[in-house]
C-alpha cells in the first residue's frame, strides 16, 4: 500500500509520522508548498514533492489532503481515477462544481472519497439517521485570530447556511462541512460562527433536531496555534487506521 500525503502541516506531520512509525504502509510522497523547507523530513530518495502533477502521477494507493481547500479541488478528481482520497479540507465540497467532479470520479474508479471525522464526533450516526433529520444547527466559537480577523473581533461573524459558511471561512468550519455532508447537506444545515476575544479553545455546538430524537454534541479542543486543535491529529491518525488497518477490534 502506498500513500501520498499533501501537507506537513500539523496533520500532515502527525499522518506522516504514524505512517512512517507504524510501517502500516508505504509513504510513496509528501506534497509541500516549499520542497526546501522540508528537508527534515526525507531520508533520501524523492519523498518530497513541491509539484502536483508528479505527486498525481505516482498514482498512490490512498492520497490524504491534509492541506487547503483548494488542493481538494485541483487533485482530488484526477487522484480519484487510481486512488482513494481522503480529505480533511472537505470545506471545498461545498462548491457544487468540486462536489460533483468528486462524485463522477468516484463513480467511474471505483475509489472511494473518505471525509474523516476530524475535529467533530458522531458523524456515522448522523449519516445513519439523515433521512429523519429535520434540523442541524452548527455553532463555532473560535479567537478572531483564528478565523483570521481582527484579534479584537467579538460576537457573531457568521449566521446562515453552511454552503456560505464554507467560502467564508473554508480553514475553519470542516467540521460544519463533514456534518453536512454526513447529515441533511450544506443548503439545509445552519451554521454560526462566533468570535471570542483571547478564547484559546476551538468550540463547536451541534443541535440536531429529528422525528422523535434530539441530539447534541459538543466538541471543544485546545488550539494548537493554528486553525487545529489538540484532538484533531489524534482524529486523523485514528481515521488512517481505520482506512488501511481492519484487523482487531473493528468499529462499525
Ligand atoms: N476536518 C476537520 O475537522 C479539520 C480539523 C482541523 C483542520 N482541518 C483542515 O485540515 C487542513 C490541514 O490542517 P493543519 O492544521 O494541518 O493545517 P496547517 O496550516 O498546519 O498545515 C497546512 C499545510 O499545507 C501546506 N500547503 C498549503 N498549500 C499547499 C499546496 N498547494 N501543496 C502542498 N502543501 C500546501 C502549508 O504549507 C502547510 O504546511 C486545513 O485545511 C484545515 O482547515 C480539518
Known amino acids: ?23 502500516v504502509a508505504e509513504v510513496d510522497y509528501l506534497l509541500v508548498s516549499d ?5 527534515d523530513f526525507d531520508t533520501g530518495g524523492s519523498l518530497i514533492l513541491d509539484d502536483a502533477d508528479a505527486a498525481l502521477a505516482r498514482k ?3 492520497v490524504i489532503e491534509a492541506a487547503m481547500a483548494e488542493n481538494v479541488r485541483t487533485m482530488a478528481p484526477a487522484a480519484l481515477q487510481h486512488s482513494d482520497f ?6 471545498a465540497l461545498a462548491d457544487p462544481a468540486t462536489e460533483a467532479a468528486i462524485l463522477a470520479a468516484s463513480a467511474a474508479s471505483g475509489r472511494s472519497f473518505y471525509v474523516p471525522h476530524g475535529a467533530v464526533l458522531a458523524l ?14 452548527i455553532t463555532t466559537t473560535k479567537s478572531g485570530k483564528s478565523l483570521g480577523l481582527p ?9 446562515g447556511s453552511t454552503r456560505h459558511v464554507c467560502a467564508r471561512f473554508p480553514r475553519n468550519v470542516n467540521v460544519h462541512a463533514a456534518i ?27 443541535e440536531i433536531a429529528g ?13 494548537l496555534g493554528g486553525v487545529t486543535g489538540a484532538y484533531t491529529p489524534l482524529s486523523a491518525i485514528g481515521s488512517v487506521r481505520r482506512i488501511l488497518d481492519r484487523r482487531g477490534i473493528v468499529f462499525a
Open 151 to 159: 484579534e479584537d473581533s467579538e460576537g457573531v461573524v457568521f449566521d
Open 124 to 137: 456515522d450516526g448522523i449519516r445513519d439517521g439523515r433521512d429523519l433529520i429535520d434540523s442541524v444547527v
Open 180 to 206: 453536512a455532508l454526513a447529515g441533511i447537506g450544506f443548503d439545509r444545515t445552519t451554521s454560526r460562527v462566533i468570535a471570542q476575544p483571547g478564547l484559546k479553545d476551538n468550540i463547536h455546538r451541534i
Open 60 to 62: 498512490a494507493d490512498l
Open 35 to 39: 520542497a526546501k523547507k522540508a528537508r
Open 86 to 91: 481522503c480529505a480533511f479540507s472537505c470545506t
Open 1 to 23: 500500500m502506498r500513500i501520498g500525503i499533501i501537507g506537513a502541516g500539523t496533520i500532515g506531520k502527525a499522518i506522516f509520522s504514524y505512517v512512517r512509525s507504524s510501517g
Open 211 to 223: 422525528q422523535g430524537f434530539t441530539w447534541g454534541i459538543d466538541a471543544a479542543s485546545q488550539s
